[in-house]
């Protein structure tokens, strides 16, 4: 057994050290083999170990890995081009993780605020809402458990009930530079932006002159089915922070602005890995791969189906909705505790998050197949029972 004592205590794990992993499955030290619904909390999108993905390590890994943020590479080239063309944005600055993407975000507001609004500074955002756990991304969090660490928090990010655009309306004042919104809110459960909400929330950033930002972190890149959340709803907001799967498990994450968002100038902002030509180029095969149309489909058509073997098994055994989009999706429990649903599972070997107390999140792969649905469905059902 490997020595864990070193390892920061920052989450409780279990006693599992995992090894290898193929596609929907992981294999642990002791050999045991586990179904994975987690897949690094909507990260791995074409599951472990991916041929695509490991040839486009391969590949760059023995050309170019790093040649310093302070110089153009190809592939950095190519996945900005990438993520303008296909999600109608303009200027994309790679970096590390959601919540580097997202503090990008904020600065960048702030920076457009100064700019272009006399100063203004304060983000309207989200109750309920997760954006990372930088200080800055901390106190932009709507988390309720957020709330008492780390003070004091980073000002101006005033909170408002998600889908309540009165309040959205009451809370942009002349200090206002943005609104920040994840079109479902993923670690708060799986909680749908409905999409007039969206549409809605557009018209009203447009009319009063603040930017709309948002959070695709956990939800772009296929994983509601389609490219990105946004579309569903047929807008584009100024601002877009990608995350998760676009590196498909390697770090990897985007900030997106419009050209008229886009302010930065030379010295705002940067970072020792960021468009590294290593991560840059999975994200190029990862994009690739996601954004083709029939791929795009079989995530939806997974889903539903994923959908249906949640209903009926929520029906069976009376519990609540189910809520979400493509593979991002949620089972709400009318009892028991789903931290030992949890446990259970594992037990059973399959890994499912609960991201509150009275809800299991299903984040497979995209790429998971019908027989893995089915097999996952039979190992969670003795568990609700
Ligand atoms: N934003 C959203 C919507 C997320 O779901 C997450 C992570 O779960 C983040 C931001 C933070 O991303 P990271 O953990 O890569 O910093």
Not at 25 to 49: I, T
Not at 331 to 341: E, M, P
Request: hydrophobic share 40%.
């Amino acid at each position: 057994m490997s020595d864990l004592d070193h390892v920061m205590k920052v989450t409780t794990r279990p006693p599992i050290v995992f090894v290898e992993g193929s596609g929907s499955w992981l294999r642990d030290s002791d050999g045991r083999e586990y179904l994975d619904f987690v897949q690094g909390w909507a990260v791995n999108c074409l599951g472990h170990a991916h041929p695509v993905m490991r040839q486009a390590l391969e590949r760059q890994a023995a050309r170019l890995i790093n040649c310093s943020p302070a110089y153009h590479n190809e592939q950095m080239a190519d996945l900005t081009s990438a993520i303008a063309e296909s999600s109608g944005l303009d200027h994309v600055f790679l970096c590390n993780s959601g919540a580097e993407a997202n503090e990008g975000a904020i600065k960048l507001a702030r920076k457009w605020g100064q700019v272009h609004r006399g100063g203004a500074f304060e983000i309207v955002t989200m109750e309920g809402s997760f954006h990372g756990r930088t200080l800055a991304t901390m106190s932009a969090s709507g988390k309720p458990a957020f709330a008492p660490l780390f003070e004091p928090k980073v000002p101006g990010f005033p909170k408002v009930p998600l889908n309540d655009l009165d309040a959205v309306a009451a809370a942009i004042t002349d200090r206002t530079v943005a609104v920040m919104v994840e079109p479902i809110q993923g670690e708060a459960g799986v909680i749908p932006a409905t999409d007039a909400y969206l549409r809605a929330l557009r018209d009203l950033t447009r009319e009063r002159g603040v930017l709309l930002i948002l959070d695709e972190i956990q939800t772009g890149i296929g994983r509601t089915g389609r490219l990105y959340g946004f579309e569903h709803a047929g807008v584009r907001p100024d601002v877009m922070t990608l995350g998760k799967g676009l590196g498909g498990g390697v770090p990897l994450a985007a900030l997106v602005a419009s050209t008229a968002a886009s302010c930065f100038e030379p010295g705002d902002q940067g970072g020792t890995f960021n468009g590294n030509p290593l991560m840059s180029a999975v994200g190029c095969a990862v994009l690739e791969m996601v954004r083709r149309p029939e791929f795009l489909a079989s995530v939806r058509e997974t889903g539903a189906y994923l959908v249906g073997r949640l209903r009926a098994l929520s029906e069976e055994l009376g519990h609540g909705e189910v809520r979400g989009r493509g593979l991002l999706l949620a089972l709400a429990l009318t009892r028991g505790d789903t931290g030992k649903i949890v446990e259970g599972a594992l037990e059973r070997g399959l890994l499912i998050n609960a991201p509150r107390p009275d809800t299991l999140r299903f984040m497979p792969a995209l790429t998971v197949s019908r027989g893995e649905v089915d097999r996952m469905i039979a190992l969670l059902e003795p568990c609700l029972a």
